[in-house]
């Protein structure tokens, strides 16, 4: 009798432990989902933090600006297959956390250029078009158009950006009659100042910048912008994600998201909303 209980006993701690076995694993499997449960997957999309309209932390330290919004739509658009998180961070460390995988996509106003396509997976849609480069100069002035017109002239620019480095590049080929460049850029006031009292002939970036920073942001002004592109052979007017390299799975599935707003003219409608003018084609 007694060999009995204690087989009864034995026999049930057994089974007790099995339960507490199997309940331990349930929740291991429950902690790796990252959906509870829906075999989505995990995503996080990363912006910049300071970065005015385009991506910062507003007055309430909360993620905001024009990308924040449409990443907010392409979280809906990959929701079937995602989860997805968009956060703020800062400019390095945007880059440091795609590297290690804490992000899988990041985004800061980026236009594309062959060191990060190189060294990073670059989304084939862009996320906005900010035009090509032109130049503003002051009102009246009509010895500026094209990149020959600046040989001589002195810019508000800097050797240190995109437009920047065509500018050094033309000075290689043209060494007798260069365009003379600042050490670092001026101020936005400063520039503005300088080309209106005749210390800077002009200063060339792009027609985004050069509109709504400058043209719609100063309309009193003394200033004009040039009509015709400043470089011949431009590359992509565009800005695009960066997502770590090889990636071409999320890449796929993270272009098509943002080209089914761009078609539903979702893109074009925030573009208005925050730029008053729609960016989401190349503006001539």
Not at 114 to 126: F, H, W
Request: net charge negative; proline share 3%; glycine share 8%.
């Amino acid at each position: 009798m007694k060999k009995r209980v204690l087989a009864l006993l034995l026999a049930t701690m057994m089974l007790l432990g099995l339960a507490a076995c199997s309940s331990d694993k349930g929740t291991d499997s429950g902690k790796k989902d990252s959906d509870g449960g829906s075999g989505k997957q995990k995503i996080t999309i990363a912006i910049g933090n300071a970065y005015k309209p385009f991506c910062y932390l507003n007055e309430n330290e909360e993620p905001d600006g024009y990308e924040y919004d449409l990443f907010q739509l392409v979280a809906e658009k990959m929701s079937d297959k995602y989860d997805v998180e968009v956060v703020c961070d800062s400019w390095d460390n945007l880059f440091v956390g795609l590297e290690s995988g804490k992000y899988d996509v990041v985004s800061h106003h980026m236009a594309y250029n062959d060191e990060r396509a190189e060294k990073y997976t670059v989304s084939e849609e862009s996320l906005m078009y900010f035009g090509s480069y032109r130049v503003i100069y002051k009102a009246g002035r009509t010895d500026i158009s094209d990149l020959d017109s600046l040989a001589g002239k002195n810019m508000a620019n800097a050797p240190t950006d995109n437009i920047g480095k065509a500018l050094v590049a033309y000075n290689e080929e043209h060494p007798d009659n260069p365009i003379v460049l600042q050490e670092t850029y001026p101020s936005l006031e400063a520039t503005i100042a300088g080309i209106e009292n005749g210390l800077y002939d002009g200063y060339t970036h792009t027609y985004f910048d050069l509109k709504t920073k400058y043209l719609d942001a100063y309309p009193d002004a003394d200033l004009e912008m040039s009509d015709v592109p400043l470089l011949e052979d431009e590359e992509d007017c565009g800005t695009y994600a960066l997502l770590k390299k090889g990636n071409t799975d999320l890449q796929a599935d993270f272009d098509a998201a943002i080209k089914a707003l761009r078609e539903e003219g979702k893109i074009a409608e925030l573009c208005v909303e925050w730029f008053g003018e729609d960016y989401s084609v190349n503006p001539q």
